[in-house]
């Protein structure tokens, strides 16, 4: 395949280009200068287009034939003939990339997946937030302190000074080299199929390492920075650069649906991202609240069904029950995420339509930042090893529970 290479001017402005398949980059310069949501101000424009333009050399973190891969699994996901687990940080950090983290939460994986293929006897294809997973949406632009917020290790850093909180383009280096690093990790200790995937949030980034693929139905762009890509809750306007960027990617695609999501919507992003009907190409994550999921989903799964695309649906019930304990951190219940995952069964039994998969944040680490489980973490207990760098995740055991709740449902 042909690399395209595609350099901005600046970040979100005209591009320069070296080598270019004119239509794909015509139509990627148009999807680009779309408005889009949960960018970084850099405050050195012409800097943070010199760093992208390095971007533009980087070498590859996966190969497209991985990538086509993990389609071909995809397809029998949607087919109903396999499950996906997907799982892992929800922000990578730089300081996280070591092997023992990664190594931690690749067992993890495993061990789920383990779980859930002895219950279900379904192949269980397995999908890592890792090796890019660093940019992060944010619902406020400050922080209670009036500072920008932390926006994730690839454009800033966590520390509350306005120093460590203005975006430094330098750290999109630093992020693709950690995904280097993360990758030859992943392929050193599994077998061939875990993939990797993360949010496709930061444009400056995501642009940077792109091939001409004319494999398939229309020429597309793959990705050369992770094999799924998702398109974040707060980034899904249909008018964005998100959505249009995501329409050029030959890689399969994943899209975030909260409870505003109406289902003439839902088919509207089904027809313009799926436009071939690919089984598995897109993948509909729903994330709408344990109290919401029942009555908010059927609607959304039928209008689609009857749209006759097979995508995955696959529900995340982290991100619809984040709350505020009352000792002031960011937590979720495992209760309450279990109950997202058997409302979402439900909705599938009694359409039926196939659950398909599930999306969670968790982490081979011990930590202390969602309540419940056996033995259980208490309020007061969330102090002890709160490490996250964005949103709480399942520790090892929460996770273990997790799965074996999902065997249950996918056998009952
Ligand atoms: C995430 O997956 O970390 C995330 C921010 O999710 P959502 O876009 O669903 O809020
Ligand atoms: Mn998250």
Redesign the pocket.
């Known amino acids: 395949m042909r690399r395209l290479l595609h350099g901005p001017a600046e970040p979100g402005g005209p591009i320069h280009r070296r080598a270019v398949d004119r239509a794909l980059g015509r139509r990627l310069d148009e999807a680009l200068a779309r408005p889009a949501a949960q960018q970084p101000d850099w405050p050195d424009p012409a800097r943070a287009a010199r760093v992208a333009g390095q971007l533009h050399d980087a070498e590859p973190v996966v190969a497209p034939a991985e990538t086509a891969r993990l389609a071909a699994r995809l397809a029998s996901v949607a087919r109903g003939e396999a499950f996906l687990l997907q799982g892992g940080d ?1 922000a990578e950090t730089f300081d996280g990339n070591t092997e023992s983290h990664l190594r931690g939460n690749l067992r993890l994986l495993e061990e789920m997946a383990d779980v859930l293929a002895a219950a279900a006897g379904l192949p269980v294809v397995k999908l890592a937030r890792m090796a890019g997973q660093y940019a ?2 944010r619902s406020n632009t400050v922080d209670a302190l009036g500072l920008p917020v932390y926006r994730g290790d690839i454009i800033n850093a966590p520390e509350p000074t306005a120093e460590a909180r203005t975006p430094d383009p330098r750290r999109m280096l630093r992020a693709h080299a950690n995904a280097l690093e993360a990758m030859d990790l992943v392929r050193k200790f599994c077998a061939d199929d875990v993939h990797v995937s993360h ?1 496709m949030l930061l444009l400056d980034y995501e642009r940077a390492v792109l091939w001409a693929d004319a494999s398939g139905p229309e020429p597309r762009l793959s990705s050369g920075l992770a094999h799924f890509l998702w398109i ?3 980034t899904r306007q249909l008018d964005g650069a998100h959505i249009a960027f995501a329409e050029l990617l030959s890689n399969p695609i994943g899209l ?1 649906l ?1 409870p505003s999501v109406t289902p003439e919507q839902a088919v509207e992003y089904v027809e313009r991202l799926d436009p071939h009907r690919t089984p598995g190409r897109l993948t509909l ?1 729903s ?1 709408m609240g344990h109290d919401l999921v029942r009555d908010v989903l059927p609607p959304i799964v039928e209008k689609v069904a009857a749209s006759g695309h097979e995508v995955i649906w696959q529900c ?1 019930p982290m ?1 619809g029950n984040t709350r505020r304990s009352g000792n002031g951190f960011k937590t979720r219940h495992l209760d309450h995420v279990l109950d997202e995952l058997a409302g979402f069964f439900e909705v599938h039994r009694v359409l039926g339509t196939h659950p398909g998969g599930v999306h969670v ?1 968790v982490t081979g680490e011990d930590v202390t930042e969602c309540l419940g489980g056996s033995p259980g973490v208490a309020e007061a207990d969330l102090p002890a090893r709160y490490l996250t760098a ?2 709480p995740r399942l520790n090892a055991g929460q996770s273990v529970q997790l799965a074996r709740s999902v065997a249950e449902l996918l056998c009952g």
Do not use: M, S, T
């Open positions: 929800c992060k949406p949010e974040g809750e707060r975030k909260g994550v994330r995340d991100h944040e964005c949103d």
